[in-house]
């Protein structure tokens, strides 16, 4: 009698091979990195649609950037209700270590609401970050006139989420 079908040797030896295609797949794809990267794309989408909203802002108003931000000074951006500790936070958009951008150390609530006002119909909350009610991890800053908008934390897109070599994530108009 001629039996038809594969031997159990056969389905081990497919099943291994599929097994090691399958595990070399997946660490080329990284998900990690691919994470990370989506996260820094919504930074950046974030980032720019702030900018966007201000420069819009200027334009249909007739507002100006000391119209948010004193010269010399960078906010916090966030909504109604925003507290930002005095002098204490410190946005260290590259992961370096370094301080790159310190939010205004003035006397009053340094959380700039651009919901409340009006120019942002709604504002997303930087991801992977752990904030006070209505904080969103971006900052607004006015370097002599200079509109910069950035992002307080990113992640490296590298293996891991290393944050040793992350991007700066900011923009200027």
């Known amino acids: ?16 091979i599929v ?7 997946f660490v080329a794809v990284d998900p990690a990195k691919r994470l990370h990267e989506s996260r820094n794309a919504a930074r950046l989408q974030t980032v720019n649609a702030i900018a966007d909203a201000l420069a819009t802002d200027f334009v249909d108003n007739g507002t ?5 931000v004193p010269d010399n000074t960078a906010y916090m951006v966030g909504n109604a209700g925003c507290t930002t500790p005095v002098g204490v936070v410190v946005c260290d958009n590259d992961a370096d270590g370094v301080a790159d951008v310190t939010l205004a150390a003035v006397a009053a609530d340094v959380c700039l609401d651009l919901v409340g006002s009006g120019v942002l ?22 370097d002599n006139g200079g509109l910069y908008v950035g992002s307080c934390t990113s992640e ?18």
Not at 64 to 68: D, I, K, P, R
């Open 156 to 173: 490296m897109e590298g293996a891991g989420g290393n944050t040793d070599a992350a991007p700066a994530i900011m923009t200027a108009r």
């Open 121 to 142: 119909a709604s504002l997303s909350v930087n991801p992977n970050m752990t904030l006070p009610d209505g904080n969103s991890g971006y900052y607004v800053q006015n």
């Open 64 to 68: 100006s950037l000391t119209t948010y």
């Open 1 to 16: 009698m001629n039996k038809r079908g594969f031997t159990m040797i056969e389905l081990i030896i497919v099943i291994a």
């Open 19 to 25: 097994a090691v295609l399958a595990a070399v797949a």
